[in-house]
């Protein structure tokens, strides 16, 4: 036996990580992954890059165990290995952060931290005294490697994201992991969080985790990655040293492959001078301290006639608070709302709405949608109760075809049946949906929250598309989103909320995003 | 002096509840509602009398009630966790289940319908001497303790240190919390919800055992008279957390001493008997609302 492949192998001479060979995936008639390979050298950032339902997912199921593949196989350190499950992955060494942070929200961070691999005192089995110092110790340690601070009593749900993403970091480097991948980790970071999570992982690479990073943002691909792999319909398109690429490129393979496309991400359009009057005025609104919120400490601003208003900020200041605020599904102990000249600020959604409220919930999945009720219920939904789609004490069946068609075709919502469950629609088509009833009603003013949030390029373009228009014809907007830059593309005024309360406005013209970016941590959720 | 009485009726009858109750909380914690503690707390009382009456011994009487009500929660947790049965209506088909089992084990064995009296049934021991029994308003309640009151509330001050401090007792914890973060991290929530349902399991048994043992010496179809369930209200109320679970539990048995008193003292027994029962209604409405203003839902 060769005395060299007994000893064990020097981790600079490996030359793939972690690799994909003819990875073949499909699920029924749909061919989630056709023939993928991908080479991951050891120390380098990797980006993998394709709009939503392009395949991503499905690749890094079967990397980190959780699927196994039809065909093809799983390289680690240049050497065939069966991932049986996620146990044999992560004792390979790879380990995950997933876009749904893994922390159980009412144990602390330092619990969260030893979950599953806890120093004792003593070795009792299961019974066994879990040693408490030993364990903040260790995390001590790698906070001050990783340069982050972390207060390890607070539990998970009182701790700004970006902290629980550095946990959860830390956590995976704990227990060994020297291949990291990272599912869409900036959605949910403000800018500055942004940068700090690189630098983060330039440190780690330096230091020889290879990392895997998803993302469908050109700019953060740029800006981190060594390598990029494009991966569109299952395939892998393009895959190029970054120095050797620009953003045009990598856009153009991933959405259609015809060469170049002009990365258009702030096209300004042109604007209506700041001009109508006030739709709404919200005055001094707080809410009680409850828990699973976050509390709004005097919330002041309005939206006038013809304006789209963006509403910036880190997830969880408050955001999700003020809309059920505003749209009469939270209440409230303070202040007043006032909508089309009356106090609404105690009414209820129904009264709102009849008003000319419309609504687009963050969570289409659970309050913007009926995901089991068809397609025609769904888009009619609200319009039940007056002529046409009622009559005397029914249901006009055939008007009620006729209104749903007309909504749906009004929007361009792609369906197969009007009576198709809505959940068989892709997401960017459900958000459509979404859109089309309820924008039926004319409505004077739209709130709108997380509007492109798991929808793929062109949903989000034409869901752009809506909303301008919308603008267009006289109507207002208030805009929710974590996405900074949808916010500045769309946006005539830019408020920035933060820790409960408006901490800054700018009109889009003077937009800058250094300074939105300062805001949106200046005051954020008790910054660790 | 009445005051006397009622503080040592409230100490005893508060124990089978908290034990059930204790067993309850870190069931729920580990993220099963256990609907079915009124069985295992019937079952543990028939194995008490019965093995009692086999050894002459309490103590392994008290040993068999908790094991056979650990090994009924044990094969339920399975219907839960392996067959993925809704926990209420395995519960609810439980708790029928086993009264219906014992009823015809009574019939068939021991040829009886409703209650067993057995020779030579061995009570729990009253371990303190007589004298203290001269200390005033307390001196009656101390010369009726015996080993499970003691064994309770010992439990209730360990259990907040075992839950924080174990590997097990955050394992429980991160399974009820989060199940698929206790997955990812290389925990079998299965086997941690089998155990906390055993554990449950256990508990429950040795209320029942206390609920035959402490002073009647048989067993009765009707013993536990649903305070299985008035466990359920106590960590309901008391939100999983023990020492508040267990101030819960003595409120109830305070009631359950003081209807005694009433009914004794001429007013109508089976309308003062429901008072227990009213307060656990009321004390489930408080939850209930305390939960929604916690949640501050709009009207």
């Known amino acids: 036996m060769n005395v060299e492949n007994a000893l064990p192998e020097d981790p600079k001479k490996v030359s793939v990580r972690l690799g994909a060979e003819g990875i073949c995936k499909r699920y029924g ?8 390979s991908i080479a991951v050298a050891p120390g380098e950032i990797h980006a993998i890059v394709g709009e939503n339902g392009a395949g991503k997912s499905t690749l890094m199921r079967i990397l980190q165990g959780i699927e196994q593949p039809d065909s093809g196989r799983i390289v680690v350190d240049d050497r065939p290995v069966e991932l049986t499950g996620p146990q044999r992955a992560f004792a390979l060494g790879i380990g995950m952060v997933h876009q749904e942070f893994m922390l159980a929200p009412d144990l602390t961070l330092l619990e969260n931290l030893v979950l599953g691999d806890e120093p004792v005192t003593r070795t009792l089995g299961p019974a066994s005294p879990i040693d408490w110092r030993a364990a903040l110790e260790s995390g001590e340690r790698l906070a001050r490697e990783t340069a982050a601070h972390v207060d390890w009593s607070r539990t998970a749900r009182n701790t700004p994201v970006h902290i629980q993403q550095f946990v959860e970091i830390i956590r995976l480097l704990r227990r060994g992991t020297r291949i990291l991948i990272l599912d869409e980790p900036t959605a949910v970071l403000a800018p500055q969080q942004v940068d700090d999570l690189f630098e983060l992982l330039k440190s780690l690479r330096d230091n020889g985790t290879t990392i895997l990073f998803i993302s469908h943002k050109l700019r953060e691909v740029m800006a981190l990655a060594d390598r990029v792999t494009v991966i569109r319909r299952g395939e892998v398109q393009y895959c190029s040293l970054v120095a050797d690429t620009d953003a045009g490129t990598i856009a153009g393979h991933m959405v259609g492959g015809q060469g170049a496309l002009p990365v258009a991400a702030a096209t300004p359009e042109t604007r209506h001078g700041v001009s109508g009057d006030v739709v709404m005025e919200v005055r001094g609104l707080t809410t009680p301290v409850v828990e699973k919120s976050h509390p709004l400490h005097g919330v002041d601003f309005n939206v006038r006639a013809g304006e789209i208003v963006g509403l910036a900020g880190v997830s969880g200041n408050g955001q999700n608070e003020l809309v059920e605020c505003l749209v009469g599904l939270r209440a409230v102990d303070g202040g007043t709302v006032s909508f089309a000249g009356q106090d609404i600020t105690h009414l209820s959604n129904r009264q709102r709405r009849t008003l000319g409220m419309g609504y687009v919930s963050a969570d289409r999945r659970h309050e913007g949608l009926a995901l089991e009720a068809s397609v025609e219920a769904n888009v009619i939904a609200g319009s039940q109760r007056k002529p046409p789609v009622r009559k005397g004490s029914f249901f006009d069946r055939g008007a009620m075809r006729r209104v749903a068609e007309e909504r749906l075709a009004f929007i361009g919502v792609r369906y197969g049946g009007l009576g198709d469950a809505a959940g068989d629609l892709s997401g960017g088509n459900q958000q459509r949906l979404v859109f089309a009833r309820e924008i039926a009603s004319k409505p004077g003013l739209l709130i709108v929250s997380q509007p492109t949030r798991g929808v793929d390029l062109v949903g989000i373009a034409a869901i752009h598309g809506i909303l301008s228009e919308f603008r267009a014809s006289g109507g207002s907007v208030l805009l929710v989103s974590e996405e900074l830059d949808e916010i500045l593309s769309l946006s005539d005024r830019i408020l920035v909320m933060a820790d409960g309360a408006i901490v800054g406005e700018t009109s889009a013209a003077d937009a800058d995003i250094g300074r939105i970016g300062r805001l949106m941590v200046m005051q954020g959720a008790g910054d660790g | 002096m009445i005051i006397d009485q009622v503080i040592a009726a409230s100490l005893t009858l508060t124990t089978p509840i908290l034990l059930a109750a204790m067993g309850g909380l870190v069931n729920r914690q580990g993220g099963i509602v256990n609907i079915a503690l009124d069985a295992k707390m019937l079952a543990g009382a028939f194995v008490a009398v019965i093995v009692s009456s086999m050894t002459g011994g309490w103590f392994f009487a008290v040993v068999a009630a908790a094991v056979a009500g650990a090994v009924i929660g044990y094969l339920f947790s399975l219907v839960i966790t392996r067959a993925n049965a809704n926990m209420i209506v395995a519960g609810l088909g439980l708790n029928v289940l086993v009264a219906g089992l014992i009823g015809f084990v009574l019939n068939w064995v021991y040829d009886s319908s409703g209650t067993l009296r ?11 001497p007589d004298s203290v029994s001269s200390i005033p308003l307390f001196g009656l309640a101390l010369s009726e303790l015996e080993p499970l009151t003691v064994f309770a509330w010992l439990t209730v001050f360990a259990l907040p240190f075992l839950l924080a401090n174990t590997r097990i007792g955050l394992w429980v914890r991160a399974t ?25 399991g256990f508990f429950s048994g040795l209320g029942g055992a206390h609920l035959a043992l402490a002073s009647i010496g048989l067993f009765n179809e009707g013993l536990t008279a649903g305070r299985g369930f008035i466990a359920l209200a106590a960590f309901y109320f008391g939100r999983d957390r023990p020492i508040a679970t267990a101030l819960v539990c003595l409120l109830f048995g305070f009631l359950d001493a003081t209807q005694i008193r009433m009914q004794t003292a001429g007013l109508p027994p089976k309308l003062i008997g429901t008072i227990p029962y009213l307060m656990v209604l009321v004390a489930l409405c408080i939850a209930g609302w305390r939960n929604h203003r916690r949640k501050a839902v709009a009207p």
């Open chain 2, 176 to 200: 009820g919390n989060a199940p698929q973060v206790a997955r990812a991290m290389g925990i079998s929530g299965r086997n941690v919800q089998d155990f906390s349902t055993a554990f449950a």
């Open chain 1, 29 to 36: 008639s749909v061919e989630a992954n056709r023939d993928v």
């Open chain 2, 118 to 128: 057995l020779p030579d049934v061995q009570l729990l021991p009253k371990f303190l």
